[in-house]
């Protein structure tokens, strides 16, 4: 078997339909979804992965905090979550920090997000939509992994 080493840091999230693997990628200011033909069990075990990495993984995200924030002594409320998008979301309601774990382990962290965004996250139907209509390029943000 041959390994190679891969960045698979700006994938979001990923799905399947129809004989194909699809890939949300970041791209920065947009989001973009790419096909590649792969059998369900493709997509069966990239979700097995993942759950093996979140599991290890959800334990830091709430310990992260940036560095020109003085939040490192104020918690992040965090809570898992079941999406497409994101492993976990949390809040730091002392300094208004909105904290998302993506699903390929990516944490940022946004800036000035008020309690009232925070609780309609929370109780939103669907935490990917509410974050691509409320929540991305709406605030100042940075990579805290």
């Not at 976990?88 to 002392?94: L, N």
């Not at 390929?104 to 000035?112: K, M």
Request: proline share 4%; net charge negative; hydrophobic share 35%.
């Amino acid at each position: 078997m041959h390994y190679s080493k891969i960045d698979l840091s700006k994938i979001v999230a990923v799905g399947h339909n129809d004989e194909y693997l699809e890939v949300l990628l970041d791209q920065g200011d947009s989001i973009e979804c790419v096909e590649i033909p792969a059998p369900i069990e493709a997509y069966e075990g990239l979700q097995d992965l993942n759950d093996i990495i979140a599991e290890e993984t959800l334990s830091l995200s709430a310990t992260l905090a940036p560095a020109s924030l003085p939040s490192a002594r104020t918690p992040f409320v965090v809570k898992a979550v079941d999406s497409s998008l994101a492993n976990s979301i949390g809040y730091d309601p002392e300094h208004n920090v909105l904290q998302l774990e993506f699903n390929n382990g990516a944490v940022y962290q946004y800036e000035d997000v008020n309690e009232e965004t925070w609780e309609a996250l929370q109780s939103s139907y669907s935490v990917g939509k509410f974050y691509n209509r409320e929540i991305k390029g709406s605030y100042r943000s940075h990579r805290c992994d």
